[in-house]
């Protein structure tokens, strides 16, 4: 049994939809080694090997089946080799269900000092102490395995935005090439999977040959990169018209970086299984909160002697508990409740949509109004 690729026909519930605005949206299950991740999913991102704020257990109350750690920091501290060593990444951080590690190229582009990318890989300066790396298809390979990682992404390069028909065009057959050397790398073993990654930006043809390229690599799944990096919603959806379309449909999609409500709800509606993103835990300390209201910035002197919680049916320890005036308060004056509290109430806001996103879709039913 391949394990993770298993989108099993019986338990995947597609809908044909009376129009076709939602015939492509799909709810399914996948089957991995740490457990199994319903779709459409949202991961937390947890990038230092916990989801800032939140204790593991209290991001699993919230209804998340997987959380997302990032290799380029955990590379450089505390180190794959020691993690490896101290038991992997789930007994590290005491997460025991799915993880999926990010291949770490995107992140020392945006973090890293003095970067060089070479056909071998990138060789970058630690942003915290300024020593050598190199981050190749292999050596990130290696360190997702050494994390002990569910889901391991292929080494890719995010092609930025704007980018020419030639710019993108090259930085593709880069990531082609670098796919290839990536799926060699990986060690394969049940339940266990490896994403590519296409690329292509705002161009049909080479997101139809990053497409064709990869799908020769008989990946588990399949993320749409180049996304979320500038190009703004409207852009962003009509790359994703088509593009999950040449994806395989029985293996998971997984877009990158996205997002808002109404993004998920968007990509959803054009065939994207799997989400991850920084906005409820980073906008939650910095004191926004997601609500059936909208927005709330809990940081507005309205709210100073607000005596209502965020949300009046909200199962989350801030709306059970606490009121909109204390909230402001916390975050305020800074205090650390107030980062715990605001994350927590966002990442069952998200986990609450993904629910309600499936039931819909289990259902038949249209589910575009949702936000
Ligand atoms: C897995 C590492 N590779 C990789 N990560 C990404 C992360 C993103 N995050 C966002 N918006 C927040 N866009 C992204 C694109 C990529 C992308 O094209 N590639
Ligand atoms: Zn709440």
């Known amino acids: 049994e391949v394990s993770i690729t298993k989108f099993p026909a019986d338990e995947r519930k597609i809908i044909a939809k009376a129009h076709d605005k939602y015939k492509k949206a799909r709810a399914g299950i996948i089957n991995t080694r740490h457990g199994q991740i319903h779709t459409p999913a949202f991961m937390p991102v947890g990038t230092k090997g916990t989801v800032k704020a939140m204790l593991p257990e209290s991001v699993q109350t919230t209804g998340a089946d997987i959380i997302l750690g990032n290799t380029y920091h955990l590379m450089l501290q505390p180190g794959a080799k020691r993690v490896f060593k101290l038991g992997g990444l789930h007994k590290f951080m005491n997460w025991s269900k799915p993880l999926l590690t990010d291949s770490g190229g995107f992140q020392v582009m945006s973090l890293s000092k003095l970067r060089k990318i070479t056909e071998e890989g990138v060789i ?31 080494f890719d390069e995010c092609t930025p935005y704007p980018s020419t028909y030639e710019q993108a065009k090259s930085s593709m057959e880069l990531t082609s090439r670098w796919a290839k050397r990536s799926r060699k790398a990986f060690y394969s073993r049940d339940g266990y999977g490896q994403f590519g990654i296409i690329q292509g930006s705002i ?19 399949y993320a749409i990169g180049g996304l979320a990096v500038g190009e703004g919603q409207e852009l962003m959806f ?130 575009d109004f949702i936000s």
Not at 124 to 153: A, R, V
Request: proline letters at 4%; charged letters at 25%; one cysteine or more.
């Open 203 to 221: 161009y049909n043809d080479l997101r139809l040959k990053s497409a064709l390229d990869l799908i020769e690599l008989d990946f588990e799944g």
């Open 124 to 154: 970058f300066n630690s942003h915290i102490d300024g020593s050598k790396f190199m981050l190749s298809p292999e050596s990130s390979t290696e360190i997702q395995y050494l994390l002990g990682s569910t889901i391991t992404m292929a």
């Open 238 to 367: 009509k790359v994703l018209d088509y593009a999950p379309d040449l994806l395989p449909i029985n293996k998971p999609r997984y877009l990158m970086g996205v997002g808002k409500p109404a993004d998920i709800i968007g990509a959803v509606q054009r065939g994207i299984d799997m989400f991850d993103c920084v906005i409820p835990t980073r906008s939650g300390r910095n004191g926004q909160a997601f609500t059936k209201y909208g927005v709330v910035n809990i940081r507005n002197s309205k709210y100073k002697e607000d005596n209502t919680p965020l949300e009046e049916d909200c199962l989350c320890p801030a709306c059970k508990n606490y009121t909109k005036a204390y909230l402001h308060y916390l975050v305020k004056v800074k205090e650390i409740l107030g980062a715990m509290l605001m994350t927590w109430h966002n990442l069952m806001y998200f986990q609450k949509l993904m629910l309600r996103i499936r039931e819909y879709i289990a259902q038949g039913k249209d589910f």
